[in-house]
């Protein structure tokens, strides 16, 4: 497991976040075309990894951690990554292999004995955002079908997150 630094202290800090491509390429094309330009980071959780790569991987402007997902079986990528964004402690993964479709236990147990103060999860394609235990724990939705992803707004250690829908 790496630990990434995207530290912009005290200044102002747009996250997209994504998951579950599913080769909905277009989907995905036009979020990226949409906020590449603003956001500082585009964090993917899984299942369509070769494509966020294909899409991404020759735009300099796109700054990415990525974890793969049941889909993703020879990207190479970690399961999870734990980093720092903003002042903030970022614990992603896809979820499968915390059984988040059952139940976020697991998951919140991992991301808290990480010492994160942030939980991305994917794979139920279902966008959720809760708080448990002190963790904000989210999952973006699909960008398949209805293209749905979040954005993080991140200033001065207030988080905000925003569902996004293309359709």
């Known amino acids: 497991i790496s630990v990434s630094i995207f530290h912009r202290k005290g200044k102002y800090m747009k996250i997209v976040v994504l998951s579950d491509v599913h080769n909905d390429k277009d989907n995905l ?6 906020h590449r ?13 070769d494509n966020f790569e294909d899409v991404t991987a020759f735009d300099s402007k796109v700054k990415s951690v990525c974890v793969k997902g049941n889909w993703d079986y020879d990207s190479g990528k970690s399961a999870y990554e734990v980093f ?8 992603i993964t896809h979820g499968d292999l915390y059984d988040v479709d059952i139940s976020l236990d697991n998951l919140v147990r991992t ?6 103060d942030i939980c991305l999860y994917g794979h139920t394609h279902i966008a959720a955002k809760e708080i448990r235990e002190g963790l904000l724990v989210l999952n973006p939705g699909a960008v ?17 997150a925003e569902f996004k829908n293309l359709i």
């Open 29 to 34: 094309k036009k979020i990226i075309a949409k």
């Open 37 to 49: 330009n603003e956001a500082q980071l585009f964090v993917f959780l899984g299942d369509g990894i």
């Open 84 to 91: 720092n964004a903003a002042d903030k402690t970022f614990f």
């Open 111 to 116: 991301a808290k004995s990480k010492g994160a």
């Open 144 to 160: 398949t079908g209805r293209g749905a992803y979040c954005i993080f707004d991140i200033a001065d250690g207030k988080v905000v």
